[in-house]
């Protein structure tokens, strides 16, 4: 992957010539995943085999309940784990095989962030998002400069440059954080949880500008989440997960119908369609 | 958004430079045997044409007998002290951690006093043996500190902790078996003393030979600047970046601990440098380990070559130790940085 | 990140105040009085460098194993230790002493010459500045480190090493010999064996009392059996109740009322005479809950040594004949203008009660 203008914005409308499926940022095969309390016993927790695929300008949800398996697959898509069988392929290489650095070229994943120790700023720690380019002892470059500037202008965050981190908000942090994992230039943008802090506004701007960005973007971006509407109304497809089984994958529609979400969410749904033409789930019993 | 540079960096540490080379000459002005800065320059002049016999003995014997040897000692110790405790600092995610945390001093510590007891008039003996009793103690604690095969900071805390506990328990029953003259000796090397003679003759070699260890183990430490300025933002984060996080961690162990090591072999343990010079170049020039750690450095030689100057100046001609002197002035420098932090 | 004005101005004030401490400090070592180390200019050293070259030096082995080569004419001597101090006055030569370490109070002329510091760290530089042309430093109070620094630096130290007071007197003879003063020494060296003889010929018969020796009371510490104290006790008739290997064990009072010492020797304070300080003491020990159930207690036998007892100095031979004295009172018996010989501190000059008697005293010259 070239490390040119990846982070200017391109218009939705231009047409880009491609070769044959170029576009394909990520492709899960057949992967599977145990693990147990000791090698002897039983496995405690199995995950798959799931298949599915994500292109560049989407946004796939990986929809499930708590311990249905979605955070272990999460970090097999970012080769934290190795799959047990089966395949995961960010622009064709295999992920868990990956040199960390080249890996880390490819894969940006937002996840909660610890306690900073000592204080930053915002722009420097934008900055860091350029490490695995270049040498491990490295000084930025202007075209560093330029990337993460670009960045934070993508996610609205331009007015916090010179800030510290530890006096911005919740929502401003995660900007940051996005910024952060923009300037990596990855294919891949993974996503855990992102809205859990944040309020129902504060949740519509994220999945908003995610949207967007993934739109003028050369990447695909994985969310994992359990709210149900914010998924249906932003993700192009779903990833259902269910006590470690995937029983559907496919559009929100598809994906959306009330007695398999009734059964995977243990709780009594009624899914009607909204009015964007993506479905909504709301309790039954509640008009 | 002006990044660094290593311009900036070579530039703050000229600086710094020329701040130690004024303390330097402040220092060997400095001390109960008068002696003006002329006839100094004089001195180290006619040394380097080779022209010994010219110096009068005195002259010789202060200059190069007493003031350079300790200054040279001061440098070498305060660099290596505040470098490694700049580097714990990131290791163990702590800003109060200093470079005897996990343990190291209390292992040179007794490998001093066994060599005391064991063999007292032995050249050499003391330094070796401490040095031995600090890896040791390296080793040691780092096997307690991994948790699934890696360093874990938090284990690698208590096990540093739990192994100096230990280790001062051993001491302190073994000074109460000590007779009297080796319990002066103990107690003089354990405040810190610069004034150690070295266990060979040619000075010039071992000094040679001591900033050598440190240049690599410094060295090999400012490789994972990058890196460490990563891991203090979060470790999970820093291993989605692409840090080899585990490599990273035992890389800066090994050198912070030999730093440590190092300086405590030398001149006994000397408080305050490592844990309060790092917190101090971060309020002038910034969290960045780039440039952190040569500025810890030579800010370190500065504060111990200061602190030397002062012990044995200040109520001559009884000289303090220098251990005395730091704590001294560190403690309020202490406190000053604690209010800081809070506001 | 930019560099702050703050870091500028930081780092000129820094400069600025070392620039101010270095003027500050140039000025006040210069104005700094000195006397008799003061520095005469760079001939004077390189002037003693040429004459210790010229003759031959002597080579010994001092007590420590050390060999060091002693200058023949030594002028300048530089005692480390109070003990030293205080043997250089005894053996005549305080004109060569250069300099000694403040705690140096005995004789109380020695207090006025130049110090170098204490016993434990003294300023080597100090040292130099004074142009010794030997060292003296013992083991009993001086750190082998010092030695070793000085003896780098071509200084010439000679350590001793006291462990009895027969091993005293011997290096008493020989200091007085490197400095050419063997006469001297013989003179002061028999004068204090005959003492000790005198002693021994009254008590030497007589068992040994059971003592415990007080060398700090709180933690409480006494001496070990290889100490020079234990010797002098032995030598004053007495001999520790408590047998250790290590020379200054710490032990509990109870393990003292187990071995219930017959008598109990305290050492004083400088401050305070020996006489005035006897009663007080006996009270505050009968106040203390433990030492009551001493029967040396409460018999009333605790005395008080003189303090030159824990210094191997050629006062020292004065304390060994007041505590014999205080320990077997039948056995001494003060006779008018005979020949008996008498020593010990102030107290016991009062009762000496002939001038010829106190002219026979030949350390009561403090």
Redesign the interface.
């Known amino acids: 992957m070239s490390a040119g203008a990846g982070g200017v914005a391109l218009p939705a409308s231009q047409p880009v010539a491609f070769a044959a499926r170029p576009s394909l940022r990520l492709k899960v095969e057949q992967a599977s995943y145990a693990y147990a309390a000791s090698d002897r016993s039983a496995p405690k927790f199995t995950l798959g085999p799931v298949s599915f695929e994500a292109q560049q300008r989407e946004i796939v949800a990986i929809l499930g309940p708590n311990a249905s398996g979605k955070s272990t697959l999460l970090k097999l898509l970012?080769g934290?784990l190795k799959p047990l069988s089966g395949r995961i392929e960010v622009d064709g290489a295999e992920v868990s095989q990956l040199d960390?650095?080249?890996?880390?070229?490819k894969?940006?994943?937002v996840?909660q962030?610890?306690e900073?120790?000592?204080?930053?700023?915002v722009?420097?720690?934008v900055?860091?998002?350029r490490?695995?380019y270049g040498r491990?002892?490295?000084?930025?470059s202007d075209e560093?400069?330029l990337l993460?500037?670009n960045a934070l202008a993508q996610v609205g965050a331009d007015a916090l440059?010179d800030r510290w981190m530890d006096h911005l908000s919740g929502g401003e942090k995660q900007r940051v954080i996005l910024a952060r994992a923009l300037v990596?230039q990855p294919s891949l943008l993974l996503l855990d949880e992102p809205t859990q802090h944040l309020d129902i506004g504060g949740k519509v701007e994220l999945l908003r500008r995610l949207r967007r960005l993934a739109d003028e973007s050369r990447y695909s971006v994985i969310v994992v989440t359990h709210e149900l509407n914010l998924a249906a109304e932003f993700s192009d497809r779903i990833v259902l997960l269910h006590k470690g089984k995937c029983p559907r994958i496919g559009t929100p529609a598809e994906v959306y119908q009330r007695e398999l979400l009734e059964e995977v969410f243990d709780a009594p749904l009624e899914v009607e369609m909204g009015y964007s033409g993506r479905p909504r789930v709301i309790l039954r019993g509640s008009h | 958004?002006r990044?660094?540079?290593?311009q900036r960096i070579l530039w703050t540490c000229a600086g710094l430079f020329g701040v130690l080379f004024v303390v330097v000459v402040i220092s060997l002005r400095m001390g109960a045997y008068p002696i003006s800065v002329r006839d100094i320059v004089d001195t180290l002049y006619k040394a380097a044409a080779g022209r010994r016999d010219e110096v009068p003995v005195e002259f010789w014997q202060v200059v190069f007998g007493l003031r350079l040897p300790r200054i040279a000692l001061g440098i070498l110790v305060g660099a290596s002290l505040s470098t490694a405790g700049a580097g714990f600092q990131a290791l163990l995610?702590n800003?109060l951690a200093d470079p005897y945390v996990l343990g190291v001093s209390s292992g040179a510590a007794l490998g001093a006093i066994i060599s005391l007891i064991a063999a007292p008039h032995v050249v050499g003996a003391i330094q070796i043996a401490a040095f031995i009793g600090a890896a040791s103690t390296i080793a040691g604690v780092y096997f307690l500190g991994r948790r699934g095969g890696q360093l874990d900071s938090p284990t690698l805390l208590l096990a540093g902790i739990v192994a100096a506990s230990f280790l001062s328990a051993i001491i302190m029953f073994l000074l109460t078996m000590v007779t009297g003259s080796e319990l002066r000796s103990i107690a003089f090397w354990l405040m810190g003393d610069l004034t150690a003679p070295p266990p060979v003759t040619n000075v010039l070699g071992w000094l040679g030979f001591l900033f050598f260890v440190f240049i690599v183990a410094a060295g090999a430490m400012?490789?994972?600047?990058?890196?460490l300025?990563?891991i203090?933002?979060?470790?999970?984060?820093a291993?989605?970046?692409?840090?080899?996080v585990n490599r990273v961690k035992f890389v800066v162990y090994i050198a912070a601990s030999v730093l440590t090591g190092l300086a405590v072999s030398v001149s006994g343990a000397i408080g305050y440098v490592g844990l309060l010079i790092p917190h101090v170049m971060?309020m002038f020039f910034g969290?960045?380990y780039?440039m952190l750690i040569p500025t810890a450095a030579i800010g370190g030689a500065i504060a111990i070559v200061l602190a030397d100057t002062l012990a044995r100046t200040v109520v001559a001609p009884t000289e303090l130790p220098v251990g005395a002197m730091t704590a001294l002035a560190g403690a309020p420098v202490f406190i000053y940085l604690m209010r800081r932090r809070m506001r | 990140?930019g560099e702050r004005p703050i870091t500028r101005a930081a780092r000129i004030f820094v400069l600025i105040s070392f620039a101010l401490v270095a003027c500050a400090a140039g000025h006040a070592a210069e104005t700094r009085p000195r006397e008799g180390g003061r520095y005469k200019g760079a001939d004077a050293g390189l002037r003693q460098a040429a004459a210790n070259e010229k003759r031959e030096t002597k080579n010994v082995t001092d007590e420590t194993g050390r060999h060091v080569a002693i200058p023949p004419n030594v002028q300048r001597i530089v005692t480390l230790a109070p003990n030293l101090t205080e043997t250089i006055y005894a053996l005549g030569l305080e004109d060569k002493l250069a300099g000694d370490t403040s705690y140096c109070d005995t004789p109380p002329a020695a207090k006025l010459k130049p110090h170098v510091g204490s016993p434990q760290t003294p300023s080597l530089e100090a040292i130099v500045a004074l142009h010794p042309d030997l060292v003296l430093a013992t083991t009993s109070i001086n750190r082998p480190e010092t030695a070793d620094a000085l003896l780098r630096l071509g200084i010439a130290v000679y350590t001793s090493d006291p462990h009895t007071v027969r091993g005293m007197l011997d290096s008493i003879a020989r200091m007085a010999d490197l400095v050419a003063a063997g006469e001297h020494g013989a003179t002061l060296v028999a004068q204090l064996q005959a003492r000790l003889d005198a002693v021994h010929a009254r008590i030497g018969d007589l068992p040994l009392v059971h003592v415990l020796f007080v060398v700090w009371e709180d933690p409480l510490i006494t001496v070990g059996q290889n100490t020079f104290i234990a010797d002098a006790l032995r030598w004053s008739g007495a001999e520790s109740a408590i047998v250790a290997e290590q020379n200054w064990p710490q032990l509990s009072v109870e393990e003292v009322v187990r071995v219930q010492p017959e008598y109990i020797v305290l050492t004083p304070n400088h401050s305070e005479s020996d006489a005035a300080n006897k009663s007080s003491d006996l009270e505050k020990l009968r106040a203390r809950p433990a030492w009551k159930a001493l029967k040396a207690v409460e018999t009333g036998h605790v005395v008080v040594a003189s303090d030159e007892f824990d210094r191997p100095a050629p006062g020292l031979i004065g304390a060994i004949e007041q505590l014999a004295r205080e320990l077997h009172p039948e056995a001494f018996a003060l006779s008018e203008g005979g020949k008996t010989i008498v020593g010990g501190t102030h107290a016991a000059m009062e009762t000496l009660t002939s001038d010829a008697a106190k002219k026979e005293c030949v350390s009561c010259a403090l």
């Open positions: 970012a934290l960390l650095r080249v890996r880390a070229q894969i940006a994943l996840a962030e610890s900073l120790l000592f204080p930053l700023r722009w420097e720690y900055l860091q998002g490490y695995p491990r002892l490295r000084f930025e560093d400069c993460a500037g440059r990596q | 958004m990044p660094l540079t290593p995610r800003p400012y490789t994972t600047s990058s890196d300025n990563l203090l933002t979060g470790e999970q984060e291993r989605h970046l692409g840090v080899n971060r969290t960045d780039r | 990140m």
